[in-house]
């Protein structure tokens, strides 16, 4: 099982979770966070005083899938989320060693 | 009668402090009696009183005492929720709390003191035992202000003969709410809640009765003189922006101004106070005429006018400036041509009121930017950069600009700087004593943790998410 971690813009949050349903992903976690990466920050002026913001906004999401859906789930999200221009964000993949559905107590594959 | 022994006792200490301002009245008589080179020919006809009346009930204007309710509701609308929000949108989100706190806490202090002493040394005339440069205590704790239903009467104010009383009483109160509350910008996210109350009860009776008092009412020593203030540029605007600087002066700047992001928590908020403000200023400025008539009609028409061309002014200098024209300069540029237009609302032409604007919207641009810049003090929300400089700015506009159709008075630019001037120097030196004296009493400024806090914490124990 790997834990797919993705930093997109938010604007592309529909597509990439539309991406993903299609490929039957069941679940995932939305994270409203702010960043650094490539794209710079900007600055806001107010009444002549300006501050500059480092931070852009971003969004993460967190999805957990089959180790041989990996491929398939990373290329749907760079598909959804890509719009070729500085700031599109980053994957990164992990193992995952246990998943359990509280619920239930179902483990791993089945608690996916 | 236990009353009656009160106010004896209310008497003797007002001997006793009337005593120790011989000094300085003679000083401000001396000031007084200077000539100017015009006076205005505001003389009242022989008929129209000089003092509170009692009247029977056919006197009163439906039509005007409605509008005149209005106008009090309108204006109370501007300081809650309209100045809260628009304060309370620009500090940072740990002062959101504290800075509406102020506005509204100052609205109940002030209504209170207004009734104990406040109307009444403000606008008791001189025929009732005040002086050009204070009201007595004829009318502390509202007293006279009647209501008879048997006999059918009551009593008018002589500023307003077609109204209750009653109703031009709490008009006036309003004025003296938003007055100090507008100070609070001045000071934002540092100064102590005691303090705070301190300082507005003390300014509110020390500071904005006495100068009420000189403009407002007709034996008032500046009015005496011919100084124009048709709804309270000097009275309210410089009277609180001269304040504002004094405060920012004496706190000292914020902990971690020009290092730090002080980027407003919410400029939504903001709008939606400057639009209030916008709205309420009606009752501001057309209801300053104290009547449902045509100079009510030609002040709405100015203040609407002079508004939009200053809110415009200030969005087109920064966007030439600055690149971008900001959410925040419109408004700001909206609240500049309000307290601009506010003396000359009734005395000038919608026209005039497009000057008024224009000028007021670039001069209060640049006032609340690069000369606040320059100067290094912490105006934090512009209370003196807005309202004091467009406070001025339309003081002396007024001079110029009146017109004698509408107002049968002839202004004088010199007589309007006799207001401004004054205003200046009474508002900054008392404004100074009274904050020294707080400072050494209770002390002003929250600790520099508190600070980091946050006001709303530290000082409320409340907080928003």
Known sequence: MKLITAIIKPFKLDDVRTALTALGVSGMSVTEIKGFGRQRGHTELYRGAEYAVDFAPKTRIEVAVRA????QAVDAIIAAAKTGKVGDGKIFISDLERVIRIRTGETDDAAL | MRSDQNRDAFGRLWALLAGRLCAVRALLFLLASIPTCAIADDVAPAAVPTEPTIVSFD??????????????ALVLMMTIPGLALFYGGMVRKKNVLATLMQSFAITCLVTILWWVVGYSLAFTPGTAGSTPYIGGLAHWAMNGVVYRHDAMQLSVSHLGITIPETVYAMFQLTF????????CGAFAERMKFSAMLWFMGLWSLLVYCPVAHWVWEPSGWLAQKG????????????????????????????????RES???????????????????????NAGSAVAADGRAGMAFAATQVA????????????????????VLGIASGAVAGLVAITPASGYVTPSAGVIIGLAAG????????????????????????????????????????????????????????????????????????????????????????????????????????
């Open chain 1, 68 to 71: 041989e859906m990996l491929e």
């Open chain 2, 59 to 72: 006197k009163i204007s439906a039509g005007d005492t409605a509008w005149m309710l209005t106008s009090s």
């Open chain 2, 176 to 183: 003296a709410i938003i007055t100090p509350a507008l100070i």
């Open chain 2, 227 to 258: 100084v124009l203030d048709f709804a309270g540029g000097t009275v309210v605007h410089i009277n609180a922006g001269i304040a504002g600087l004094a405060a920012a002066i004496m706190l000292g700047k914020r902990e971690g101004l020009g």
């Open chain 2, 262 to 284: 002080m980027a407003p928590y919410n400029l939504t908020y903001t709008v939606i106070g400057a639009s209030l403000l916008w709205v309420g200023w009606f009752g501001f």
């Open chain 2, 307 to 326: 508004t939009a061309a200053a809110a415009l002014a200030w969005m087109f200098t920064e966007w030439v400036t600055r690149g971008k024209p900001s």
């Open chain 2, 362 to 465: 670039v001069i209060c641009y640049f006032s609340s930017t690069s000369v606040k810049k320059a100067f290094g003090y912490d105006d934090s929300l512009d209370a003196f950069g807005v309202h004091c400089i467009g406070g001025i700015v339309g003081a002396l506009l007024t001079g110029v600009l009146v017109s004698k159709e509408i107002s049968g008075v002839d202004g004088s630019v010199l007589t309007q700087l006799w207001g401004v001037a004054t205003t200046l120097i009474y508002g900054f030196l008392m404004s100074l004593l009274i904050l020294k004296l707080i400072d050494v009493l209770v002390g002003l400024r929250v600790g520099a943790e508190e600070e980091r806090q946050g006001l709303d914490i530290t000082q409320h124990g409340e907080s928003i998410e």
